[in-house]
């Protein structure tokens, strides 16, 4: 920017008077003895709290923020404007939705020139004293909204932090002035709440669009043109020849009245949000887009850029007071700019928008920001996204490539975002195929995202431009293992996020979406597996004759660990059993002030078990219904601290809790079986539990989850709090009681629902029970245990209303403070009375029983299964060379370098090892080398293992050497000698 002197406004009265009286003399101040939530300077005079040093100022209309009329302050260097607003208040609120608002102070302020060297100083006072402050330079012309929040994550540079509680004055000071010049000041807010995204920096210097350097891309020739105008028919509505011109008559009247109404126009203000003119453009956009008549579509421009220039004059443009209009907001604009962007060219406006449309979007950063050392400057390859920027963003990039007026140059822009688009898919989605957002698995997000961006990939696909075959391969991956987490349709509640409904559906017809945009790599046909899976969702649709030659899919069946989501999938039939634990790496979800408030335990082993109704099974048909009387402290599985709700309740800001631990994860055993483990490590739940004022250490516990087909095996050990009072609990089952599903059967007593609530203690630690679902438990070796049949009363997870339900409950009673508590217990998934008492009696027999607890401790997990001859290890801790652990003893497994999942499954001619590290370490990019020693000896059943894996055979033993990165499962086939 070059220095521009800001001319001099010549006058008698600041020629006369060295202090700048104002040359129109206002009206007396209105006496005023407090400052207004907000400062509009509505009044007839100048608020008498308001004063101005070697200056001058004056009420004026002729730029506004809000109202009619805004402060005009006509200065040279020196000069100071004051607010004594009398004490601020308290400057550290936290508020809001999920806690982001803060307090905070609101600017806007209108400069009129440019100038190196001329600011403003905001200083922030206590009486004469100067606390903070913060510089406005002379970088853009035009509104800016200043937000600078007084403490989280402030701009403002306090000198003397200790007077924040103090504040009562603010003082703006100008200097490096040539001159004079005005600014302008409307709808200040000197202490107010405001979302901490909100937060609104001084414009530093002017910018300016990108011009990337396409020199040596190859020119698109017809074929490539014809593909680029393809895709820009999906952008812009077909015309309605249909309709009358009555019709479009009174269209163009009506929008009309509503800019009449609404005031749309020079000198009025922004009065409402962004979002509500943006969709009154849309719909005016629409209507030119599809009028066929060239009066009337010229009528809708000229609406369109009316309401467009007065937007730009309050502030919608790049650095302006608006702000940057995207995600959720901006889509709409970028819609409408885009339906009306002849109109705009036409107009000579369409580079102002599109500018402030790449400004808001972060298009340059995105896709042309500088390379590092080494890499092409102007060509990056996008920034790591989470599934929220597919959802909200990613099509709203390709609709600002398609804005570029040159045909070469925007055939260039479409084809760099289908590369930078390529990259942001297997950058945003994991290698398990997790999907995510605020750093982690989310489901919420990731059904968004799949919606919004399978319509955009099988877009560019139709046009002969997709995005790479990794990129698909990707997506596909997140899409399908979807499947995995819903039992039918509704994904587990324990990945709800902050929406605990239960009612979360995946996203079906983004799965035909993808499945078409695989046609460019498949010879125009669809991606076979994914319509497969389509079909199970929309069985009534295999009858449409474009499904023909295509198969409706069984349901997934085996073992899936999602080590970046921290999850254990275990499917049968039509069942899924599902565990979500968390980690210092895996987030346990997130909760806000008024949503998801009490999912404190969500992910404390939460084991779901969807089985009803079939074929879909869902969370609210097996039994799960947050919203009508669910003890949030009983969710299946989860060992938890049974404290009131007020305790585990969120308070006013975002949690998004982390473990102490990092020995969370899953291992797929084959892709059969599987074994999930959960090291419990939590001091932020062992808090909110306790007294104010009490200390302690963290809740902790180890457990862990056998899948051997139909058997799910759970023991846990370590379990223990201190400085609590309330007791900690291992809940078996909470089931709601509806329709069919009234009867529970524990110990072979039928319990049904009565008119007051039945309890039945079983105080020695054994028992089996049948739920109202047909999942049968029995505990072994236990604490006391307890089952209730009953009303309960609780809270809606958004904390809104009481709730109440009739349910099954039944837990492990480890007590307050327990010390090394411990537990068993097996489920039989979809059972049925008769064959869990015969279970129940194999298991007294220890040589022919089903399974046998080979060892349980703090150390290790481990568990013998009969009928799949398979024997399962969770490895918590690494055990000691020199005197060897018993449980190593004996049986396949020998020795192991480091803590670690094993199964190990043996048949007549070979023995299957699977193994893995559950600690993720995700930034980690070499993996750890995990070595086992096994019994016998053993080779490759084929070369293809030797990449990853070593076998040296040593005195009758093998030891086997793989690496292993980010949580990921490897089985090996070893054959017998």
């Known amino acids: 920017m070059s220095n521009i002197k800001i001319p001099t406004i010549v006058s008698l009265c600041l020629i006369s008077i060295p202090a700048l009286l104002p040359c129109n003399a206002a009206p007396p101040a209105e006496p005023k003895t407090s400052w207004p939530d907000v400062e509009s300077f509505e009044g007839k005079s100048l608020p008498a709290y308001v004063t101005s040093e070697k200056s001058s100022i004056e009420l004026s209309s002729e730029h506004i923020q809000d109202g009619k009329q805004s402060l005009k302050w006509t200065l040279q260097n020196g000069a100071s404007l004051k607010f004594a607003t009398g004490p601020l208040g308290n400057v550290n609120v936290y508020t809001g939705y999920g806690g982001y608002s803060r307090s905070s102070l609101t600017l806007p302020v209108k400069l009129t020139g440019l100038s190196k060297t001329a600011k403003l100083t905001v200083e922030f006072r206590a009486g004469d004293e100067a606390a903070g402050h913060y510089d406005i330079p002379f970088a853009h012309v035009g509104w800016q909204q200043l937000v600078h929040h007084y403490t989280w994550h402030t701009k403002i540079k306090w000198t003397k932090g200790n007077l924040r509680s103090k504040l009562d004055n603010i003082v703006i000071r100008a200097s490096g002035i040539e001159g004079s010049t005005h600014a302008y000041f409307d709808a200040i807010r000197f202490n107010h709440p405001r979302d901490f995204r909100d937060a609104r920096n001084p414009v530093l210097q002017a910018w300016a669009p990108k011009k990337p350097n396409f020199t040596g891309k190859p020119n698109p020739g017809p074929e490539e043109l014809a593909k680029l105008q393809t895709l820009e028919t999906f952008f812009t509505p077909r015309p309605n020849t249909g309709a009358s011109a009555k019709h479009w008559q009174n269209e163009i009247k009506r929008i009309n009245q509503r800019i009449e109404k609404e005031s749309l126009g020079h000198g009025n203000p922004i009065s409402k949000n962004l979002g509500h003119y943006f969709g009154f453009l849309n719909l005016i956009a629409d209507r030119y887009a599809t009028c066929p008549s060239p009066e009337y579509k010229n009528q809708f421009a000229k609406q369109f850029i009316t309401i467009n220039h007065w937007m730009q004059e309050q502030g919608l443009v790049v650095n302006g007071s608006c702000g940057k209009a995207n995600n959720y907001v901006g889509r709409t604009y970028v819609d409408a700019v885009t339906k009306a962007r002849e109109a705009l060219a036409k107009d000579g406006s369409l580079q102002r928008s599109l500018a402030y449309i790449k400004w808001s979007y972060h298009y340059d950063d995105r896709f042309f920001r500088p390379g590092k050392k080494g890499e092409e400057s102007d060509f990056g390859i996008g920034q790591v996204v989470s599934m929220d920027y597919l959802h909200n963003e990613a099509r709203r990039m390709l609709q600002i490539a398609l804005m570029h007026r040159d045909t070469t140059e925007r055939f260039h822009h479409v084809n760099h975002f289908r590369t930078v688009l390529s990259n942001q898919i297997t950058a945003s989605i994991k290698p398990d195929g997790s999907l995510f957002h605020h750093g982690f698995h989310y489901f919420a997000y990731g059904t968004m995202g799949m919606n919004s961006i399978s319509g955009t990939l099988l877009e560019l696909s139709k046009a002969g431009l997709p995005v790479s075959r990794p990129a698909l391969d990707a997506i596909k991956l997140g899409i399908m293992r979807m499947r995995w987490y819903s039992g039918g349709d509704t994904v587990m509640l324990a990945l709800c996020g902050r929406h605990p409904s239960g009612t979360q559906r995946i996203p079906a017809e983004a799965f ?43 349901h997934p069946h085996g073992h899936v660990s999602m080590p970046y989501a921290g999850l254990g999938l275990h499917r049968r039939s039509h069942w899924l059993a599902g565990v979500k634990g968390f980690s210092q790496y895996v987030s346990a979800g997130e909760s806000y002030a008024n949503a998801n408030r009490f999912g404190m335990y969500l992910s404390n082993g939460f084991l779901e078990i969807h089985s009803h109704p079939r074929p879909l099974p869902s969370v609210h048909g097996s039994g799960t219904l947050p919203d009508q009387g669910w003890n949030w402290c009983a969710l299946d599985g989860t060992t938890s601290i049974h404290a009131p709700l007020s305790n585990i309740a969120n308070g006013n800001g975002t949690r998004i809790e982390r473990s102490g631990g990092s020995f969370n994860g899953g291992l797929s055993h084959d892709g059969r079986n599987g074994l999930f483990v959960l090291n419990l490590d939590s001091p932020m739940q062992a808090h909110r539990c306790r007294e104010k004022g009490s200390k302690g250490g963290p809740f902790k516990a180890r457990k862990s989850w056998f899948f051997f087909d139909q058997h799910i095996i759970c023991l846990g050990t370590g379990i223990q709090t201190d400085q609590i009072q309330y007791p900690v609990r291992t809940t078996l089952f909470q089931k709601h009681l509806n329709g069919e599903h009234t009867t529970t059967i524990a110990n072979a007593e039928t319990i049904t629902l009565g008119e007051k609530t039945n309890i039945r203690s079983f105080p020695k630690g054994h028992a089996t029970f049948t739920d109202p679902y047909g999942n ?31 349910y099954a409950t039944a837990w492990i009673d480890h007590g307050p403070n327990p010390k090394n508590a411990q537990y068993e217990y097996v489920i039989l998934p979809q059972t049925n009375e008769e064959e869990l008492q015969t279970f129940a009696k194999q298991l007294k027999v220890s040589d022919p029983a089903p399974y046998q607890v080979l060892h349980q401790s703090q150390q290790a997990h481990v568990v013998y299964h009969r009928s799949s001859n398979t024997i399962g290890y969770a490895i918590f801790e690494t055990p000691t060379t020199d005197q060897p652990e018993p449980w190593l003893s004996k049986g396949p497994l020998a020795s192991v370098s480091q803590t670690c999942l094993v199964m190990i499954e043996e048949n007549e001619q070979q023995v299957i090892v699977s193994l893995t590290d559950p600690n993720i370490r995700p930034k980690e990019k070499t993996p750890t080398n995990i070595r086992i020693t096994l019994r016998g000896t053993l080779s490759r059943t084929t070369d293809e293992q030797a990449s990853y894996s070593i076998v040296q055979n040593e005195n009758d033993h093998t030891s086997i050497t793989v690496p292993v990165l980010h949580g990921e499962s490897h089985t090996l086939y070893l054959n017998k000698r």
């Open 776 to 806: 049968g438990y029995i505990v072994r070796n236990s604490d006391p245990i307890q089952l209730t049949v009953g009303q309960q009363q609780s809270r809606s997870g958004y904390d809104k209303v009481d709730t109440q339900g009739a």
């Open 512 to 554: 035909l979406k993808l499945a078409q945009a695989y046609a460019p790599y498949l010879e125009g046909k669809w991606d076979p597996e994914m319509v497969a899976a389509y079909l199970r969702f929309r069985p009534a649709k295999a009858v449409e004759k474009r499904f023909h030659g295509y198969q409706q899919e069984s």
